[in-house]
C-alpha cells in the first residue's frame, strides 16, 4: 500500500483540479468536467468520505451504484461521468492524493456501438409542415430563419447562433462560419465545435437568402449588438439567443400542436403540459435542433451529394458521417446505388433505365445548351463517392489552409458565387474530371455496338464514324475556348 500520500478533502481536490483545467480547456469542456464531478462531490459528504487517501477501488464500485440508484442516468451518461472521474484520479496521483494504482479500477460502464448513437429525427412531413407553417403564419421570424437554416444546411445550434452580419455574403449566397471564442475564459464567446477546423464558407440557396433579407428588414428584429460589441444575424431585446433559447424554439415549433392544432397522442391539448412553451420538450413529437441537423444530412445524400462534399459543409469527418448521420437501411442504400448504375451501365435495373447518348446530353445540359455542372457532378460522382466511403471509411483531412472551403455545395444553387461549383471558369475543369470517368466505358460499349465480337476487326458504320469524329472535335474546340477565355493558353 502507498503510504507517501497527503490528506486531502474530496471537495478540496476537485476546486484544485478544475483550477488547473482553466489552462487548457475551452470553458465549455471545463464545464462538462465541473458537471461531471458534481455527483462523486455529493456522493463523498453523504458516505462522510472526508480524506481522498481513503478512496479504494471497492468505494469507487459503491459510487457507481449510488449513481444509478440515485441519478436516474443511463449508461452513456454513466460512462461519461466516470470518464471524467477516472481523469480526475490521474490528477490526484499526481499530488500525491490517491495511490497511483487507483485510476485504472475506476469502474467505467462499457457502451455498447448501438447505444451512443440517436436516430432520432423528424418526419419529412413534420419538416414541410413546420415549413409551411412558418411560411403562412410567421414569413420573416426568427425562429423561421433558425430552422430553414438548419433544415437546408445541417448546421449545429451553436453554428448558427454564432453567425454575425459580417459572415453573411447574400448577393453571393454564402454564409461563413467561424470560430469566435471569449477572451476571457468564464465568458463562453460564439465558439464553433471543432474550433477553427470547423471554419468554412457554405453556400446557400436563393429562397434562404431572400429569407434571410426580409428577416434583416422586418420590424419584429432588434437592431443590437451582443456582448463583445459584434452584431449577430439572430437577436434578441438583449442582444444574441443562448443556444437554449434556439433550443426551445426548435422545440416548440415541432410540437404537433404548434402547426397543426392537432395531438397525436390523444391529450386535451389545452390541459397538456407540454402545451405551455416552458415545458415543451415534454412532448413526445417535439424535437431539438440535432434531429434536424439529422434529418437535413440525410436528405442531402439522398439527393445525391458526395460525402465527402458533405462532410466540409456539415463539419463532420465521414467515418463521423457513416456511424452517426447516415441512418438509411442496407437496402436504401442500395437502391439509392442503383438508380445511377442503372443510367450509366447496360445490365443494371431495367434496360429502359439506361440513358442513350442523346438522353445524356440531355441529362447534363442546362436550358441554353452549356454543360450543367451539378448534373455532371450528381451523375458521375455522386454514388462513386457514396462506395468509396462505405467500403474504405477513413479520418477526413481538416488542414490549416483557409481557402479549403470554398468549394461547399448547396443543395438548390450549385451555380451562385464565384464559390460554386459552376462558376463558368470551373466549368470545363469540373466537367472533363467527372466525364473522364464515364467516356471511356462509354467509348467501349459504343464500339461493342458497332463491331460484335465475331468480326475479326471493328470498322464502324462511315456515317456514324463521321458523327462521331465532329462531335469529338467540337468537344476538344469547345475546351480549348474555354481554357482562352480562362488565359490559361493563348487566344
Known sequence: MQTDLD????QKAIEMYLDERKEDATYSTWD????????????????????????????????????????????????????????F???????????????????????????????????????????EYLEVNEPSSRRRVEFEIIKEIASRVGAVRAIDLKDLKLDERVIKFRHRPADSFDIKGTPLKNGSDGERNVNISDELAELIRSYLNSPDRHDVTDKFGREPLLTTPSGRPTVDTIRRDLYKLTRPCEHSNECPHDREIESCEAYHNHHASECPSSHSPHPLRRWSIEYQIDRGVAKELLCDRVDVSVPVLNKHYDTRSKERQQKHRLKTYAKLFEGYGRDAETLTTEELVDVISDDNGMIDPQAVMQLAQSDSADDNTDENPGERENGDDPERNKNQTSLESFGVGPNAFAHPAAVPVVSAVSLGAWIPNRLQRELQDIAPDSEPSPVPDPTRAVKGAAGYSLCIVLLAFNLAMMGLVPA
Open 7 to 10: 490528506p486531502i478533502a474530496p
Open 32 to 87: 462538462t468536467i465541473d458537471r461531471g464531478l458534481r455527483p462523486f462531490s455529493d456522493w463523498s459528504e453523504e458516505v462522510s468520505l472526508e480524506n481522498m487517501n481513503e478512496l479504494t477501488g471497492r468505494k469507487l464500485r459503491q459510487f457507481k451504484s449510488w449513481c444509478r440508484e440515485t441519478t436516474g442516468n443511463g449508461i452513456v451518461s454513466l460512462n461519461g461521468i466516470f470518464g471524467v472521474l477516472r481523469r
Open 89 to 131: 484520479l490521474v490528477y490526484c496521483t499526481k499530488i500525491e492524493a490517491v495511490p497511483v494504482g487507483l485510476p485504472p479500477k475506476t469502474p467505467v460502464p462499457n457502451v455498447p456501438d448501438d447505444k451512443d448513437i440517436s436516430y432520432a429525427k423528424p418526419s419529412d412531413e413534420l419538416v414541410n409542415a413546420v415549413s
